[in-house]
Nanobody, 127 residues
């Protein structure tokens, strides 16, 4: 059974940083893309960042809204994926979800491509 467990959320002032971690278990994850999505109150869940399987070089994609501020990385040997978030602003306030897919061809850039979700971790940025 696939499980994704996030940690590292919290509250921070604008301009601050947080690092989210996701521990995955239940299968071999190095073949599949892993990523992060977020959902703010009253809004739909949206793509944040993704990193694809390592044998192809680990392609990375970011949403335009976080490009240059967030950095995704993974440790495939340990089934870990991280999201370093810098220069946070109040618009980044949301529940952040770790995600992965069961489809080897997927770059995991839309919620429809997600087969497994973590429970979510709250990130709150105050002005």
């Amino acid at each position: 059974q696939v499980q994704l467990v996030e940690s590292g959320g919290g509250s921070v002032q604008a301009g601050g940083s947080l690092r989210l971690s996701c521990t995955a278990s239940g299968r071999t994850f190095s073949t599949y893309a892993m990523g992060w999505f977020r959902q703010a109150p009253g809004k739909e869940r949206e793509f944040v960042a993704t990193i694809t399987f390592t044998w192809s070089g680990g392609r990375i994609f970011y949403a335009d809204s976080v490009k240059g501020r967030f950095t995704i990385s993974r440790d495939s040997a340990l089934n870990l994926v991280y999201l370093q978030m810098d220069s946070l602003n109040p618009e980044d306030t949301a529940v952040y979800y770790c995600a992965t897919t069961g489809r080897t061809y997927s770059n995991l850039r839309t919620p429809d491509e997600v087969d497994y979700w973590g429970q979510g971790t709250q990130v709150t940025v105050s002005s």
